[in-house]
């Protein structure tokens, strides 16, 4: 076996490492707690989990500090084939109840899994692969630290526990004790056996005790007794059933032949009341027809004659009734008229009136107009009949007013003249151009003159103005009296006609008035006579009604009379199919009394007291036979359960007795292999024994070749291993020496010499040195002086040299052992994080 790398991911002092293994020597070099220790754990690790561990050590501890989960993978190659080996370790929990464990633990084979994953599995294939445990494995191939004395220390059954568990002879002590354990087992069951064989043979003669046969046949004689028993009884029953049932269908039929006779008598009584009622109904049925025929006699032939009569009536009581209608209308109208008529003689008078009144003021108006005119006309002859036209008149006085006028304009004018004058002379001053003046102008006196001239004259103009004025006054006056007379003259003319005309209108009035009052004679006169019309075609009304109610009152007797006849025909047909179901009930009363007088005769003819004792005698037969073939059958039953209880032992005896028959045979069987077992078992121990003997001599010849290239001195001549594996040494004088008693140097020599020697038996007991793991060796030096290093340094290299050791990994400082190296691996601590790291792997020193 060769391991090839190791890879580590928070192991210890790693936070991550590869390292890769060359063959041959290799020492691994570093300051102290650099972490070599650490290297060599994890392969140890890698290979054996939690078994590497020592009885102080726990998983959490190879876990490095603050993380979580390790990772340790080792590549080794072995017997030509490839493994990696894998280990992951995880912490969990908290506080107290944080610890490690193994979460994946896997195992390849040129790439494939190897047995199942998990802890269990992984072990047991290396174990195989390598031949050796844990245990093994720290005391041959891992020399650790400080454990040099393990095997010189150890007692001699310590010693030859581990030898023989190397050498595989620990597997023949195995094999020995497993054979005497078989042999043990066949102790047991042959016991067992035996045990069972008494049993059987004591239950045999138990049963054999009670004398089953002789019991069988009493028993079956017993049972075909009480069968013999039982069929007479069941016979017996079977006759008296044919009995009972005779007997009780003969009551049967005579109850149902009663129980008819019964029905048929009621039948018969109520046939008879019936026929009774009927007869009954039948007679009174056919009086009421009778009375009803009496009832209507005669009058049948009247009906059509009352109805013919009743008909004309009330024909002339409608034809009558419509004359009345019509004269009704006929008097109304008339009234109308007569109403209208009325109306027109008021109208006409009501005109007659006014024209009368407006004639008298037309009258009236004339006479008015006739005074007036006579008045005006009287006038007229007192005025005088003017001398000339009034127009001329009233142009002579327009001239006249127009000369008076100027004359007073110019007489105005002569006045303010003089007036002004006569204030200036007043004055002193002239009047005419201012100058003082003494005197009167000569003008002033003329015009003086000329102003009373004036004077003289306009007093004889006014005279004549107001003559002129008093001349056009009468001429207007004579001139409207004249129009007015004219005037008047046509009033009266026109009042004239006025009065004829109303005159006129009252006349037609008058005429109008006259000749509504002879229509409204005439109508008074045709009313009157419309009502008398009237007043007669109503009392012939009356009259016909009351006829028509007379022939009413004939026709419905008459008809009355027709339904007695109906009713009298109706209740004769009923007494007719009355008749007939009567008929029939008598049929059926004949046949039922016939039956009745049958059942009666049937009747007769059973005795039922004899009857009715046969049947309670046979039932009580039956009864009390019965239960007689109950107990009977029970005796049976029980007899023929006891039979099966002796042939159930009978069977028993046999079964047992070929039971006994095979268990003799078995406890022969189990005899010879006990035998056997004894025989295996001293085998196993002398092969053990012979095997154990051979190796131990060879192994005290390897160790004294060992001990001869270590060894540096000459005290000691050879150290002797016994067949109790006792060490001796032997020193050069011929004495002898305990181990215990070697100096710590001696003993590390002589512990190596061991392990070496054990190591090369291996190699050689196992013929195959590629299976055995690389020498591990930690710290060896530690003990030794100069001289005996370049000892060990020899051994080494013989070791992996010249005894076919493939792999040697050695943990020292010592230079000595470096150069002698094939290779090295350097690690070392960073100051600042704590952490190791591999400096320099692998060196390859050839
Ligand atoms: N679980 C862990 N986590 C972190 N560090 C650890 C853990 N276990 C051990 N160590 C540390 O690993 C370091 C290396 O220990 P190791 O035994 O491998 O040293 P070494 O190189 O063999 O030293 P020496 O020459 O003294 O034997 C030590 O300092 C130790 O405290
Ligand atoms: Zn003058």
């Not at 066949?186 to 004591?202: A, F, T």
């Not at 013919?308 to 419509?322: F, G, I, N, P, T």
């Amino acid at each position: 076996m060769r391991f090839e790398r190791l890879r580590l991911t928070n192991f210890r002092c790693y936070e991550s490492a590869t390292v890769e293994f060359d063959e041959g020597v290799t020492v691994v070099q570093g300051g102290n707690g650099a972490g070599k220790t650490s290297l060599l754990k994890a392969c140890f690790v890698a290979l054996y989990g939690s078994d590497a561990l020592g009885s102080n050590e726990n998983l959490a501890d190879v876990v490095t500090n603050g993380t979580e989960e390790s990772h340790i993978s080792l590549g080794f190659t072995h017997a030509g084939d490839t493994y990696t080996v894998e280990q992951e370790i995880a912490m969990t929990g908290s506080g107290d109840d944080r610890r490690a464990t193994t979460r994946k633990s896997v195992l390849t084979r040129n790439g494939e899994a190897v047995g199942d994953d998990g802890v269990t599995s992984t072990r047991e294939e290396i174990e195989s692969l390598l031949r050796m445990d844990a245990d093994a494995f720290v005391n041959c191939a891992y020399v650790r630290q400080g454990e040099v004395n393990k095997l010189i220390e150890a007692s001699p059954d310590e010693r030859r526990r581990v030898v023989d568990e190397l050498l595989q002879l620990g597997k023949l002590e195995t094999y020995r004790e497993r054979a005497d354990e078989a042999r043990l087992g066949v102790k047991r069951v042959r016991q067992r056996v035996e045990d069972r064989l008494e049993d059987r043979r004591e239950a045999v003669k138990e049963i054999e005790d009670t004398d089953p046969h002789e019991r069988l046949s009493s028993l079956r004689e017993n049972v075909t007794e009480k069968e013999d028993e039982i069929e007479n009884y069941e016979r017996q029953v079977e006759k008296a059933r044919d009995s009972l049932r005779d007997a009780e269908e003969r009551l049967e039929s005579h109850d149902e032949t009663k129980e008819r006779l019964d029905e048929v008598e009621e039948q018969v009584a109520q046939l008879e009341g019936e026929i009774d009622d009927r007869t009954d109904r039948l007679r009174e049925l056919r009086d009421e027809a009778d009375e009803k025929r009496d009832e209507a006699e005669g009058t049948e032939a009247d009906l059509k004659e009352a109805r013919d009569e009743e008909e004309e009536a009330e024909e002339r009581v409608s034809s009558l009734q419509d004359t009345k209608t019509r004269l009704e209308t006929r008097v109304g109208s008339k009234s109308e008229a007569l109403e209208d008529a009325r109306e027109a003689v008021r109208k006409a008078n009501e005109r007659a009136e006014k024209a009368r009144n407006d004639a008298e003021k037309a009258r009236d108006e004339l006479a008015e107009k006739r005074d007036a005119l006579e008045e005006a006309r009287a006038e007229l002859e007192d005025v005088e009949a003017p001398s000339k036209g009034t127009d001329e008149l009233r142009g002579t006085l327009a001239d006249r007013r127009d000369r008076r006028a100027s004359v007073e304009t110019r007489l105005k004018t002569l006045r303010d003249g003089i007036e002004g004058a006569e204030e200036k002379l007043a004055d002193g001053v002239c009047p005419t151009c201012g100058q003082e003046i003494h005197g009167e102008p000569d003008f002033l006196r003329e015009d003086r003159e000329e102003a009373d001239e004036l004077e003289g004259e306009l007093k004889k103009l006014e005279e004549k103005v107001d003559e002129a004025v008093e001349a056009v006054e009468e001429a207007e006056r004579a001139e409207e009296l004249y129009e007015r007379t004219e005037r008047l003259e046509d009033g009266v003319d026109t009042a004239m006609e006025r009065v004829e005309s109303r005159e006129e209108v009252h006349e037609e009035a008058m005429e109008e008035v006259e000749e509504a009052a002879g229509r409204l004679e005439e109508l008074k006169d045709e009313l009157g006579e419309a009502e008398e019309e009237k007043e007669a075609v109503a009392e012939q009304l009356e009259d016909a009604r009351e006829r028509l109610q007379e022939a009413r009152e004939r026709r419905e007797e008459a008809e009355r009379a027709e339904e007695l006849a109906e009713e009298a025909e109706r209740l004769e047909d009923r007494a007719g199919s009355v008749e007939e179901v009567l008929e029939e009930k008598r049929e059926r009363l004949r046949e039922k009394r016939e039956l009745r007088d049958e059942l009666n005769e049937r009747i007769g003819d059973v005795d039922v007291e004899e009857l009715r004792d046969r049947r309670d005698e046979a039932r009580d037969y039956i009864e009390s036979a019965t239960d007689r073939l109950d107990s009977l059958r029970d005796e049976r039953d029980e007899i023929q359960n006891a039979i099966g209880g002796v042939e159930n032992r009978l069977e028993r005896l046999d079964g047992l007795r070929d039971e006994i028959g095979s268990l003799e045979q078995r406890l022969d069987d189990v005899d010879e292999m006990h035998d056997d077992a004894v025989a295996l078992k001293d085998t196993y121990a002398s092969l053990r024994h012979e095997l154990r003997s051979q190796n131990l001599r060879r192994l005290d010849q390897l160790l004294n070749e060992v001990f001869e290239t270590i060894y540096a001195n000459a005290s000691y001549s050879r150290v002797e291993l016994d067949e109790d594996y006792e060490i001796t040494v032997h020193e050069k004088d011929g004495t002898t020496l305990d181990p215990e008693r070697l100096s710590g140097g001696e003993r590390a020599v002589f512990n190596l010499s061991l392990r070496c020697a054990v190591y090369r038996l291996l190699v050689e007991g196992t013929g195959a040195k590629a299976a055995l793991p690389p020498l591990i060796l930690d710290e060896p030096t530690t003990f030794l002086d100069d001289k005996h290093v370049s000892r060990l340094i020899r051994l080494v290299r013989a070791m992996n040299d010249e005894y076919g050791v493939e792999q040697v990994v050695v943990v020292s400082h010592d230079a000595e052992l470096l150069d002698a190296a094939d290779s090295r691996i350097v690690v070392e601590k960073e100051p600042t994080t704590n952490r190791s790291r591999v400096v320099e792997a692998p060196l390859s020193n050839r």
